[in-house]
């Protein structure tokens, strides 16, 4: 849904460029995925993002059960979490203080591995230890919306081809 369709701004703030920010610094996020009795499932997992095309690049294992569940239904969620540094805020105090960014999409098995393992492991260079191992694949999550939570009276929903051709 677009950036202006449903927002609450403080001044000075700009959406776009916070969501923008936090998609490109991420390095992991808790992924959100459905059971085959259709219950949520919720795991750990590193993400890279893509800056050509606005998705995120993650490595996972055959033998996970979020595996499992996104070949059974390639829904997921993913919710990235910054720091408050990250908007300005020391939020030492604050739980809630920390910019959070929830994707809403699917994931699938990328088609292009060699793209996806560059693009991953110059983000995690230590998973090339298990990259190669016959259970793991790289996995492409294509953003369909995307939501942001900066901070008190900052929440927009954001296009997620924002995230797209940003270097």
């Given at each position: 849904m677009p950036s202006t369709e449903r927002k609450m701004t403080g001044s000075g703030f700009d959406?776009?460029?916070a969501a923008t920010s936090?998609?490109?610094?991420a390095r992991q996020a808790s992924l959100a995925t459905m059971s085959g009795?259709?219950?949520p499932f919720n795991s750990w997992a590193g993400i890279a993002?893509?800056?050509r095309t606005g998705a995120l690049v993650l490595?996972?294992?055959d033998l996970a059960v979020h595996t499992a569940n996104l070949k059974g239904d390639p829904r997921a969620s993913l919710l990235i979490v910054g720091r408050g540094a990250d908007i300005g805020d020391s939020g030492a105090d604050d739980p809630l203080s920390p910019p959070r960014l929830t994707l809403v999409g699917h994931i699938l098995v990328a088609g292009d591995q060699e793209i996806?393992?560059?693009l991953y492991l110059d983000r995690h260079p230590g998973a090339a230890d298990y990259a190669g191992f016959g259970d793991f694949r790289f996995y492409r999550f294509a953003p369909q919306s995307a939501?942001?939570?900066?901070g008190f009276a900052r929440i927009a929903d954001i296009d997620p081809a924002a995230f797209a051709?940003?270097?």
């Amino acid at each position: 849904m677009p950036s202006t369709e449903r927002k609450m701004t403080g001044s000075g703030f700009d959406p776009v460029a916070a969501a923008t920010s936090l998609w490109r610094k991420a390095r992991q996020a808790s992924l959100a995925t459905m059971s085959g009795d259709g219950m949520p499932f919720n795991s750990w997992a590193g993400i890279a993002p893509d800056r050509r095309t606005g998705a995120l690049v993650l490595l996972l294992s055959d033998l996970a059960v979020h595996t499992a569940n996104l070949k059974g239904d390639p829904r997921a969620s993913l919710l990235i979490v910054g720091r408050g540094a990250d908007i300005g805020d020391s939020g030492a105090d604050d739980p809630l203080s920390p910019p959070r960014l929830t994707l809403v999409g699917h994931i699938l098995v990328a088609g292009d591995q060699e793209i996806a393992a560059a693009l991953y492991l110059d983000r995690h260079p230590g998973a090339a230890d298990y990259a190669g191992f016959g259970d793991f694949r790289f996995y492409r999550f294509a953003p369909q919306s995307a939501h942001l939570v900066a901070g008190f009276a900052r929440i927009a929903d954001i296009d997620p081809a924002a995230f797209a051709g940003f270097a």
